[in-house]
C-alpha cells in the first residue's frame, strides 16, 4: 500500500482533480521532452497549464514567514516542516 504524502498532509485522498491534473502535468511534461525542450517545469498559472524555465523557478527562492498565518496553519494541523518543533 502507498501512502502519499501531499494528500496525507491536505487530509483526503486524490479525488477525480487530482487525478486529471496529474495527467495534464504528465502530458504537458511528455510533449515538452518530444519537443526537445529541457530544463523547464510544468505548472498551473492563472488557470493554465504552463511551462516555466528552471533558471526563472530558481531566480528568486520564495521564502516564508516563519511566524506567519502559513506556518501556523501548518503546525495547527500537524504538519512536519522539518524544523523539530511540535505545536
Known sequence: R????GH????????SRDR???SVFG?????L????????MVAWQNRNVVDVA???????PATVDPDGPIVHTARGLGI????????
Open 27 to 31: 502530458v504537458h511534461a511528455v510533449d
Open 33 to 40: 521532452v518530444a519537443a526537445g525542450k529541457f530544463g523547464r
Open 54 to 60: 528552471l533558471e526563472d523557478v530558481i531566480a528568486a
Open 8 to 15: 496525507v498532509q491536505r487530509g483526503a485522498a486524490p479525488d
Open 2 to 5: 502507498v501512502t502519499v504524502l
Open 20 to 22: 486529471l491534473m496529474a
Open 80 to 87: 512536519c516542516l522539518g524544523d523539530g518543533q511540535k505545536d
